[in-house]
DNA sequence: ATGTAGTTTAACCAAACGGTCAAAATTAAA
DNA sequence: TTTAATTTTGACCGTTTGGTTAAACTACAT
């Protein structure tokens, strides 16, 4: 039956996606996934023959959400300082969905960074800074972006909104003592972000 | 001969953290530590009881070492622009000698937050916010610096020099056809950084 | 009812793993 | 030089691991 496969198929793909995000590719046991999806063990290799394409199955589907959420913010028609503006609200707000997905998808990168070569080689970024360059030629000139500073400034804004996901362990220890909760903190962090980085690029 | 027993111990520790900064805990194999080191797999276990020992020691270690190099900037006698100049220099040159730490450091906290816990929690953020109040009472007012906002601002610090380690292997890719080469990135990213905060919270 | 193709399972396997042990080698003390 | 203590080793052990297999089960077409 073609839907009772489906079924199985994204049981199994759901589980593996929990285990491989919590435990890593070399922490995930075949065994625990199984466990996971509530079948045998023997039934994984049927449907995906390795750990290995298992594995590359759900990272190519996370990583690919991931940076899926990084380009709507170009498609937008609205002014450089607004796309930022949405940029923190709509990318923090995925991440708190996620919270994992930063600290798993950094971990298997620099484990297996040819894993990610594919996905990320056709990015064209060039292409991409055009773009934008077109849409906001007055705004590029107004601020202090430049080709040459799009690096530093982009990197600088995944930062911001990746990071503290990525070090939740050690924010929220920190925090603890502060009477800080995280989410409270990630909820203020999309204004507090936007503000930031905007006032830094006003000339 | 005590001085044999300092040699082989740290031939281990430093073959250990080599392993261990590379594969993980989980990745790590206990022989392949061995071979780095030149020894026999039962000596491991003669000066490191169980591998959970012997990671314990490496992780503190580097821990220790990431944190220490936050807080010399607490200690210098000047202005809190100059500290975060300073600041930004210092830890990034010191990422640049150790640029896998970050991305092992985030990992493991994910996978044991526990682990760090008794490390982190010896810092007491309150104080050293007391400290910095002192220092700088006439600057923080001057600057959008409040005991609220801190959190906010110190995690972005945190995260402009910091993530771009951890997320290295993605830039790298990106840079490629930018003909951008990541240390040189990272060069220009000491000053980047503190022009960019600096701009960011002045009012 | 019967055959057939796809699905699921329990039992099993070889390799790799962390860890142990007794003996050999080295060093220090007598 | 002999003795005792420490260090290093090869060989070994029980368990866990990813993966296989042959048989059982299911659904469906004939």
Redesign the interface.
Known sequence: MTENDKQTEEKIFEAATDVFIE??M??ARMQDIADHAGINKALLHYYYRTKDRLFNAVFEKIAGQMFKKFAPVFDENISLEEKIRFFFKEHITFLQKNP?LP??L??E???N?AR??KL??Q????KLWMTLEAQHKDELKKYNITRE?M??LM??I???S???F?????????????N?NFND?ME??KE??AD??I????K
């Open positions: 435990k890593g070399d922490g994992r600290g798993f950094l971990n990168i620099n484990h960074p990610i070569k990320i080689q990015i064209d970024v060039n500073t690096p530093q990197s600088s995944a930062a911001i990746v990071f503290p990525a070090a939740r362990g050690i924010l929220e220890v920190l925090f603890e003592k502060m800080i903190y203020e962090r507090y972000a930031f980085v006032k830094a690029i006003k």
